[in-house]
């Protein structure tokens, strides 16, 4: 699959692509957040922070396994 394939895949399906990356940006801010915060102490120190990756990470965890085939077998 060459590049102006992916590219025409893309235009075809752009709310699936824009979910796709915006996934990856959750994803490393998921990740630069929770080595920043493990970085700077303890959990008990800075607790709202924690919470709010934790909160976060549950929020994507539903979406991928609870809304997202729920919305495919819609579709069918």
Do not use: H, K
Not at 19 to 30: G, K, P, R, T
Not at 33 to 38: A, K, M, N, R, Y
Not at 43 to 68: S, Y
């Amino acid at each position: 699959m060459g590049v102006p394939d992916v590219g025409a895949r893309l235009r075809a399906n752009p709310v699936a692509a824009t979910i796709e990356l915006a996934s990856v940006c959750i994803a490393a801010l998921l990740l630069v957040g929770t080595v920043s915060l493990l970085l700077g102490g303890l959990p008990i120190v800075a607790e709202w922070p924690w919470l709010l990756i934790i909160g976060v990470g549950a929020a994507f965890v539903l979406f991928w396994t609870v809304l997202v085939p729920t919305y495919e077998r819609t579709l069918q």
